[in-house]
């Protein structure tokens, strides 16, 4: 009962980072780029500085190492589920976490760097996209493996 709890928390975790992405890339990036490029890049800063509180780091992180605990244990303890759900925490590790750190993080920081807010919007805003494209499909499959860890 206690693994399933587990599991089934993986799979919130993972969806609701998912979501996350998933709302940057629908809509929040397309309604920034219809403000002034300076008011983007200004609001895209404000973004970037909230992003790291609590709320949001305890849902990113807890959707790394709440699966990949919750994988592994099912491995050792014999659970068909546990397999799918250490798969789930490696898609959410290379595709979400590691695309965060080596491509998104430093793109926020040059933003957050560049002298002329409207210019480092316009080199920022496409790639930056991108990106969070790639963390919104691998949140996406990551949750989809977690869930069929629970069949």
């Known amino acids: 009962m206690v693994w399933t709890i587990f599991a089934v928390a993986s799979v919130v975790l993972l969806g609701v980072s998912a979501g996350v992405f998933f709302g940057f890339s629908s809509f929040i990036m397309s309604g920034l780029a219809r ?27 807890g959707a790394l190492l709440v699966p990949a605990g ?19 925490a490696a898609v959410y590790l290379v595709g979400t976490f590691g695309v965060t750190a080596a491509v998104n ?14 210019a480092g919007w316009r080199a920022y805003r496409r790639p930056w996209t991108a990106w969070n494209h790639v963390r919104t499909l691998a949140g996406v499959v990551a949750t989809a493996l977690a869930a069929v860890g629970l069949l």
């Open 105 to 118: 993080v430093p793109l926020n920081n040059r933003l957050l760097a560049a002298q002329d807010k409207a």
């Open 35 to 61: 403000a002034d490029d300076a008011a983007a890049g200004a609001a895209m800063n404000g973004i970037n500085e909230t992003a790291p509180l609590p709320a949001f780091m305890s849902v990113f992180f």
């Open 70 to 88: 919750t994988g592994i244990w099912g491995l050792v303890d014999g659970r068909d589920g546990g397999a799918w759900i250490l798969a789930a």
